[in-house]
Structures are given as structure tokens and as C-alpha cells.
């Protein structure tokens, strides 16, 4: 399991439960948690090394007050074998409370992973820190608004640019210095592959640094307008990927 994964079931775990113990039927609220996530009471069971009978007696309300303990395992349980299966419900819940509108204004997972090279080729990028990761495989981009980021994100919020992994390119518009995205990035646990300014005509020298301190592939891109970057990494899906061993 990716260490990205793991992040993800953490914040999924917070939230479900929280849904869990807020609800108004404890019992109710477990049986429809378990049959959103498309899980038999069995394999539930198994997980939590208890009894299936146990599972359906809480669900049903014949035992009441569920403990701290058996939500605990209940919740790792769903999780966990989710994330076996790929991970779609675990990534789903992460990102429950999605940013407003216009903060993400395009996010895309490539079927074939393309090169850093290609991406900063794709929006007249100029490389400012880090080219020696340009060789690196790319598996997403995130297209966004860095003011309406910064005004509405915080903390655990930037999941939710991250698509189903972080080694994606972030693309950030209506940059003017370049140190915000690149402190945020610096303060969240995972990394993208590769991180574009589009607006400012060069970076903050602090901005370099911290993107030299993270290893971060960084460019400005020489685009006109943000719909040029959009129609350009949208354009990609179809161009040969790289070869992984």
C-alpha cells in the first residue's frame, strides 16, 4: 500500500467515524456504511476477527452502544478491505467537503503515466528548479485557482488536489510570486512530481528554494491564457506514455 493510500484511509477514517458516532441509529448507520462500501456482514466479520452474528446484532439494534473498540475495528475493517480492492471508496471519503467551485479547474489521471518532460513541454513550461527530474513518470495533473486555493483550503484540505496519487504535475494559475503554493506544498506530507506557476513572470527567490529543498521538478509556464494549458494537458491522453519497470 502507497503511502499516499495509507494518508487517505487516515483522513476517510476521521470522517466515517465521526458520521458513525454523530448518527442519530448507530446500528442503521453501520449496516448502510458497510452496504455503500458493497461488503457482506461475513467479510466484515472476518476482518474484525469476531463473529458475524456480532456484525448483525449491532446492525439490527439487538446489541446497543456499540464501544469505542469495535467502531474502531468496524471502521478499519471497511477501509481496509477497500483499500485491497484499489482503494475507490477510501479516496471517495477522503475528499468529502470538495473545495468550492473554481478552485479546481481541471484534475485527470492519465491511463498511460507521460513524462515530466512532456507536461512542461505541453504548457510552455520554463524549467526554474529541479530539471534533473524531468525523465520522471507522471500519472495526473491537477489544474487550479492558487488564490481561491489559498483563501479555501487548509491542512488535511489538500487531499483533495491530489486526484488518486501525488505524482501528478500541480498547476497553479493567477500566480504572482510563487512562495504560497510552493509553502503549502512544503507543509503537506506528500509531494507532487511536478509543480507549474502560470502569471508571474519569475518566481520568488524564496520560492526556488524551497522547490530545490523538495526536490520539486518546477517551471513557469509561458502560456497565454489558462484555457491553452487546459487544451494542451487535455490533449495528452492520446501521446506515447513511459515505459515503467
Known amino acids: 500500500m502507497s503511502e499516499f493510500l495509507k494518508y487517505a484511509m487516515e483522513v476517510a477514517?476521521?470522517?466515517?467515524?465521526?458520521?458513525?458516532?454523530?448518527?442519530?441509529?448507530?446500528?442503521?448507520?453501520?449496516?448502510?456504511w458497510r452496504e455503500s462500501f458493497n461488503l457482506n456482514q461475513a467479510s466484515v466479520a472476518?476482518?474484525?476477527?469476531?463473529?458475524p452474528s456480532v456484525v448483525s446484532d449491532y446492525?439490527?439494534?439487538?446489541?446497543?452502544?456499540?464501544?469505542?473498540?469495535?467502531?474502531?475495528?468496524?471502521?478499519?475493517?471497511?477501509?481496509?478491505?477497500?483499500?485491497?480492492?484499489?482503494?475507490?471508496?477510501?479516496?471517495?471519503?477522503?475528499?468529502?467537503g470538495l473545495p468550492p467551485p473554481g478552485v479546481i479547474l481541471g484534475i485527470h489521471e492519465f491511463n498511460i503515466p507521460v513524462r515530466a518532460s512532456d507536461i512542461v513541454q505541453a504548457v510552455r513550461g520554463e524549467v526554474v528548479a529541479c530539471p534533473e527530474n524531468l525523465g520522471r513518470p507522471v500519472f495526473g495533473?491537477?489544474?487550479?485557482?492558487?488564490?481561491?486555493?489559498?483563501?479555501?483550503?487548509?491542512?488535511?484540505?489538500?487531499?483533495?488536489?491530489?486526484?488518486?496519487?501525488?505524482?501528478?504535475?500541480?498547476?497553479?494559475?493567477?500566480?504572482?510570486?510563487?512562495?504560497?503554493?510552493?509553502?503549502a506544498i512544503r507543509i503537506f506530507p506528500f509531494k507532487p512530481r511536478v509543480v507549474v506557476m502560470h502569471g508571474p513572470q519569475r518566481l520568488d527567490p524564496?520560492?526556488?528554494?524551497?522547490?530545490?529543498?523538495?526536490?520539486?521538478?518546477?517551471?513557469?509556464?509561458?502560456?497565454?491564457?489558462?484555457?491553452?494549458i487546459l487544451d494542451a494537458l487535455a490533449s495528452m491522453e492520446g501521446k506515447p506514455g513511459v515505459a515503467l519497470a
Open 59 to 96: 446492525e439490527a439494534g439487538r446489541r446497543r452502544n456499540p464501544g469505542v473498540d469495535f467502531l474502531r475495528r468496524f471502521v478499519e475493517a471497511l477501509l481496509g478491505l477497500d483499500a485491497e480492492a484499489g482503494g475507490r471508496k477510501v479516496l471517495e471519503l477522503s475528499r468529502i
Open 13 to 32: 477514517a476521521r470522517r466515517l467515524a465521526g458520521e458513525i458516532a454523530l448518527s442519530g441509529n448507530i446500528g442503521s448507520s453501520l449496516r448502510e
Open 206 to 228: 524564496v520560492a526556488i528554494q524551497i522547490a530545490r529543498a523538495e526536490n520539486l521538478l518546477t517551471a513557469i509556464s509561458r502560456a497565454a491564457a489558462v484555457k491553452e
Open 46 to 51: 472476518r476482518r474484525m476477527m469476531v463473529s
Open 141 to 183: 495533473y491537477t489544474v487550479l485557482d492558487s488564490l481561491r486555493a489559498i483563501v479555501s483550503l487548509s491542512g488535511n484540505d489538500l487531499i483533495h488536489l491530489y486526484g488518486a496519487t501525488n505524482e501528478r504535475a500541480l498547476v497553479f494559475t493567477n500566480v504572482e510570486h510563487g512562495r504560497s503554493p510552493l509553502v
